[in-house]
């Protein structure tokens, strides 16, 4: 029962941040005499510390907070995305210490080339820091067994059956996590983004690709084996444009990057960087954008209209370029969404909203799914 109370205990800190010894109590359900003992334990192996406030204007002397340290516990994350790949030690509490990325080219894109690139960087970052990473949590693109963290499939990296978990944790020696980009985005926005507070959510991520993450009574989902989330490969447009596998008229055909270069009348390929300055000149035209991107709208508002019949969340999230739509178009395909859904309805309106942890998303996924093995062991 002690473990129990002092991994809740510190899984509230790392999660919810500096607390006081009484909020912690009310929260937990505890006495204080046995918050003091955990605290006082924590503090003692170097855990938390506890600190005065800033001055505020209150009477009376200013209760002690207890805060997590960051060094207490590091975990590595790993965000691989088809054009780069993000890397980061995180520490207890959720903040990053130190950070590395590069760009991904044809030739580096090879299973081989990147797992060398991660093992080399964390070594670097390690050294840097002066702390090794007791996890790892990795996120990629594709349909990824959990259990081992085998990648089936991440088509837009072209790597199939790929040992992931078992190549890096066999080097690094640590556990490794693996995960789909999109199912960790959602545990992110679930634990520390505009999802927090709410039981049901959706996440859904718009890049090269199209995925999903679901969060359901306040669990994230997983499916058989892990295999779970493939919302982009919905098929919303019978006889539409061929998809990677094997179907046509997915999703994904329809509100991915390609689709996006197409309603924005830029080529397909062109740098990220054009396609976002493109959204945000025409966010300052709302009539413009809803005109631009009507096309695009009905897509994106018939798969979440599918999304959210099928699953019935509180909250969607919108995740990757789907965070740069003009404010005229979310609005918009939020208002659809309600009336052309009877679950939206009965749950007194679905709100769709978009991400605010930026391109950091998917790194603290995959930072949360790593620390999830491990505050039980701190």
Same mark, same amino acid.
């Given at each position: 029962?002690?473990? +129990?109370?002092?991994?809740?205990?510190?899984?509230?800190?790392?999660?919810? /941040?500096? *607390?006081?010894?009484?909020?912690?109590? @009310?929260?937990?359900? #505890?006495?204080?005499?046995?918050?003091? @003992?955990?605290?006082?334990?924590?503090?003692?192996?170097?855990?938390?510390?506890?600190?005065?406030?800033?001055?505020?204007?209150?009477?009376?002397?200013?209760? #002690?907070?207890?805060?997590?340290?960051?060094?207490?516990?590091?975990?590595?994350?790993?965000?691989?995305?088809?054009?780069?790949?993000?890397?980061?030690?995180?520490?207890?509490?959720?903040?990053? #210490?130190?950070?590395?990325?590069? +760009?991904?080219? @044809?030739?580096?894109?090879?299973?081989?080339?990147?797992?060398?690139?991660?093992?080399?960087? @964390?070594?670097?970052?390690?050294?840097?820091?002066?702390?090794?990473?007791?996890?790892?949590?990795?996120?990629?693109?594709?349909?990824?067994?959990?259990?081992?963290?085998?990648?089936?499939?991440?088509?837009?990296?072209?790597?199939?059956?790929?040992?992931? /978990?078992?190549?890096?944790?066999?080097?690094?020696?640590?556990?490794?996590?693996?995960?789909?980009?999109?199912?960790?985005?959602?545990?992110?926005? +679930?634990? &520390?983004?505009?999802?927090?507070?709410?039981?049901?959510?959706?996440?859904?991520?718009?890049?090269?690709?199209?995925?999903?993450?679901?969060?359901?009574?306040?669990?994230?989902?997983?499916?058989?084996? /892990?295999?779970?989330?493939?919302?982009? +490969?919905?098929?919303?447009?019978?006889?539409?444009?061929?998809?990677?596998?094997?179907?046509?008229?997915?999703?994904?055909?329809?509100?991915?990057?390609?689709?996006?270069?197409?309603?924005?009348?830029?080529?397909?390929?062109?740098?990220?960087?054009?396609?976002?300055?493109?959204?945000?000149?025409?966010?300052?035209?709302?009539?413009?954008?809803?005109?631009?991107?009507?096309?695009?709208?009905?897509?994106?508002?018939?798969?979440?209209?599918?999304?959210?019949?099928?699953?019935?969340?509180?909250?969607?999230?919108?995740?990757?370029?789907?965070?740069?739509?003009?404010?005229?178009?979310?609005?918009?395909?939020?208002?659809?969404? &309600?009336?052309?859904?009877?679950?939206?309805?009965?749950?007194?309106?679905?709100?769709?909203? *978009?991400?605010?942890? /930026?391109?950091?998303?998917?790194?603290?996924?995959?930072?949360?799914?790593?620390?999830?093995?491990?505050?039980?062991?701190?």
């Amino acid at each position: 029962m002690r473990r +129990h109370n002092r991994t809740t205990l510190l899984r509230l800190l790392h999660v919810g /941040g500096p *607390s006081t010894r009484a909020a912690l109590a @009310t929260e937990l359900g #505890l006495n204080r005499s046995t918050i003091k @003992t955990l605290v006082d334990g924590l503090a003692e192996a170097g855990v938390v510390e506890e600190r005065v406030p800033r001055p505020g204007r209150g009477a009376g002397r200013p209760s #002690l907070l207890v805060l997590p340290q960051p060094h207490a516990a590091v975990v590595l994350a790993v965000d691989l995305q088809v054009e780069h790949v993000a890397m980061a030690l995180v520490g207890l509490g959720g903040q990053i #210490l130190v950070r590395d990325s590069w +760009h991904l080219r @044809t030739p580096t894109r090879t299973a081989d080339e990147v797992i060398t690139h991660v093992i080399e960087s @964390t070594r670097v970052l390690a050294a840097d820091l002066g702390v090794d990473p007791v996890a790892a949590g990795i996120s990629v693109p594709g349909v990824v067994r959990r259990a081992d963290g085998h990648v089936h499939e991440a088509p837009n990296l072209r790597w199939t059956d790929v040992a992931l /978990g078992e190549r890096l944790g066999g080097v690094l020696r640590i556990p490794i996590l693996v995960g789909n980009d999109a199912e960790l985005g959602a545990l992110a926005e +679930h634990l &520390r983004g505009v999802a927090r507070g709410s039981s049901d959510a959706v996440y859904v991520s718009a890049d090269v690709g199209v995925g999903g993450g679901v969060i359901a009574q306040g669990s994230s989902l997983s499916g058989g084996a /892990g295999y779970f989330g493939e919302i982009g +490969h919905m098929v919303i447009r019978p006889g539409g444009r061929p998809c990677y596998c094997g179907n046509s008229g997915c999703w994904e055909t329809e509100i991915g990057e390609a689709a996006l270069c197409r309603a924005l009348g830029l080529p397909e390929g062109i740098a990220r960087g054009a396609i976002l300055v493109e959204l945000r000149e025409l966010a300052r035209d709302p009539e413009a954008a809803l005109e631009r991107l009507a096309e695009f709208t009905e897509w994106l508002t018939l798969g979440l209209v599918n999304v959210v019949n099928l699953l019935g969340p509180q909250l969607v999230v919108l995740g990757d370029l789907l965070t740069v739509l003009p404010e005229a178009v979310i609005r918009v395909v939020a208002e659809e969404v &309600r009336r052309r859904s009877l679950v939206s309805r009965a749950v007194g309106g679905t709100r769709i909203v *978009s991400s605010v942890l /930026g391109a950091d998303v998917k790194l603290l996924g995959a930072a949360e799914v790593a620390f999830e093995t491990v505050l039980d062991t701190v």
